[in-house]
């Protein structure tokens, strides 16, 4: 009997241990104020991934934001009707498939079975629905220039929809995988609606709990902090790897680093050139890199003094050397750009020449738009070491033809509305073009029709340029667009409305626990197969 009591009484002691630790283990995990769970759980789960950006999101409405920060969380929760990958070829996604008709005439053929997040069916109503919406002057999407070329989206059925095109346009499935193009659930777009009736700004419903038919469903965004996203359970293909993924906003490249090192975070993007060797010296870090499309420039606004002179801005132009900047700022990783394209986007021209650096040919022609003493005036850019360093490095080297430039730092946000309100001088910035062909990297930044926030941020208004960017982009045969695309790089070049400076290479911080991760040369993440080791 003794024997009995013990075991007895053994029995309930475990039973009582064994409640209190299913008691402990239904409490929600604790989260620290980057929303990150504890660092206990999530050693244990391995699957909590955090992101350290340099900026928040604009939006979390597609349609309302047009930057490369809100694009790599929009991407994870919503999906485009095609995609590409990491050599920019166009895939299926949405779409299982697609064919041209005619010269204007595109249909797709939708997959079946996909619903959104919020539960509703993704079909071809949901397709128009979102396409319609970009295209709305009442919401005013900055976005709605790559679609702008789209007369007609038309139900075949409920998974085919068919897009007429007011002029032959090859690129439209490029411009379809476009993080413009990706699909919001059609309830919540006829909520945001019926919001704006109330008197509500275009996208404040969808921005406030978006739903897409993406790998992560959205969880919490505290501006300024963080967003946090979690595993789409449903996900209609394979499913993501991680449980969530947190984008931590930290605006100093230093405490990303610390933060790397220490653990906190898992990835720095971006990550400076001048910390590269430090990542790769600490034990359990890495450094990945991956050739872009992107440009990084120095703009003149056009419709203002003295910039609206031409003579001017090619001054400028051949005052600045490149490679100081290159070789100082980003310790040699880049190459110089002679234009706006990329060499691996579709148009590039290899043959084309730009403005070679020539400080006594600057100052003559200064001194023949009647600056001979030079001026003053602003650059301007955003909170990023390597832009912040760059502007100064400008404003040194403008000294030398008499150019007296402040520099002024400007949040992300800001830097943004104002610049697109044309109230810079100079300014310094990027444009990555998304889709791998030209079009995308010239006609928002150059074309007059796209002032101010579509991208036109010079304010370039050039008849000629105007023609050939329209030619090119309604031009069918490939060779005649290359044509026209190195006719338009060579304009380019004498009109000035920029200084192209250089492709950059884009940098990751990464643990050695990531595993799984890409990056497009689009600067945006893949994380749908990333796990925490």
């Known amino acids: 009997m003794r024997i009995q009591k013990k075991s007895y009484i053994l029995f309930l002691l475990v039973g009582l241990i064994s409640t209190l630790l299913i008691a402990c283990a239904s409490e929600p995990n604790d989260t620290d104020e980057s929303g990150k769970g504890n660092k206990d759980d999530r050693n244990s789960q391995g699957g909590e991934l955090v992101v350290a ?12 934001s047009n930057d490369t920060p809100s694009s790599d969380v929009q991407r994870n929760i919503f999906e485009t009707l095609v995609t590409q990958d990491e050599n920019m070829k166009i895939k299926p996604l949405l779409a299982e498939s ?22 509703s069916e993704f079909n071809a109503e949901a397709v128009k629905a979102n396409i319609d919406r970009t295209l709305d002057p009442e919401v005013g999407s900055p976005r709605a220039i790559m679609y702008n070329m789209i007369t007609e989206v038309e139900i075949i059925d409920d998974y085919i929809v068919q897009f007429k095109t007011a002029y ?8 379809l995988a476009h993080p413009g193009g990706v699909m919001i659930s059609k309830e919540q777009i006829e909520e945001d609606y019926a919001a704006m009736k109330n008197g509500e700004n275009p996208g404040t419903v969808i921005s406030a709990n978006p739903q897409g038919t993406g790998p992560f469903v959205y969880d919490d965004w505290q501006p300024g902090q963080f967003v946090r996203l979690l595993k789409n359970e449903d996900y209609w293909g394979e499913p993501a790897k991680l449980d969530s993924v947190t984008f ?14 220490t653990g906190d975070t898992d990835i720095t993007n971006p990550l400076s050139p001048s910390d590269v060797s430090q990542i790769e010296a600490t034990d359990g870090l890495s450094v ?3 050739e872009s499309s992107a440009l990084s420039y120095l703009g003149f606004n056009m419709a203002k003094e003295p910039f609206n002179d031409v003579r001017v801005r090619q001054a400028i132009s051949m005052a600045i050397d490149k490679e100081q900047i290159i070789e100082g700022i980003y310790d040699g990783i880049g190459i110089p750009a002679k234009g706006p394209i990329a060499p691996n986007v579709f148009g590039y021209n290899e043959e084309v020449a730009g403005l070679d650096f020539n400080v006594e040919a600057a ?3 200064l001194a023949e738009a009647g600056f001979e003493d030079g001026f003053s005036t602003t650059i301007w850019t955003n909170d990023d070491r390597e832009r912040i360093d760059t502007a100064t490095n400008i404003q040194a080297q403008l000294s030398e033809i008499g150019i007296d430039a402040e520099v002024e730092i400007l949040e992300w946000g800001a830097m943004l509305e104002q610049t697109a309100n ?8 990027g444009w990555t073009t998304v889709t791998g062909d030209a079009d995308n990297g010239l006609y928002p930044l150059f074309h007059s029709e796209n002032l101010g926030n579509a991208g036109n941020r010079t304010f370039t208004e050039d008849a000629e340029l105007d023609e050939l960017l329209d030619q090119a982009r309604q031009t069918v045969d490939s060779k005649k667009r290359l044509e026209l695309y190195r006719q338009v790089q060579e304009l380019l070049v004498e ?6 400076i250089h492709h950059q290479e884009y940098l990751l911080g990464v643990n050695e626990n990531v595993k799984g991760l890409s990056q497009m040369p689009t600067q945006l993440l893949n994380l749908k197969d990333v796990y925490v080791k």
């Not at 032959?168 to 411009?175: G, Q, R």
């Open 363 to 365: 100052k003559e022609l």
């Open 168 to 175: 032959p346009f090859a690129p439209l499935p490029a411009h």
């Open 98 to 119: 697609w064919e041209q008709i005619d010269d204007t005439t595109w249909v797709f053929k939708l997959r079946e079975g996909i619903k959104f997040h919020d539960g």
């Open 53 to 64: 950006k340099q900026s928040d999101v604009v939006s979390l409405d597609p349609a309302a």
């Open 248 to 261: 931590k906003v930290v605006a100093e490249d230093l405490t990303r680093i610390a933060e790397l090192e």
């Open 422 to 429: 044309g109230e810079h001088d100079m300014f310094v910035f």
């Open 495 to 500: 009109i000035a409305p920029m200084v192209y």
């Open 288 to 290: 990945q890199r991956q």
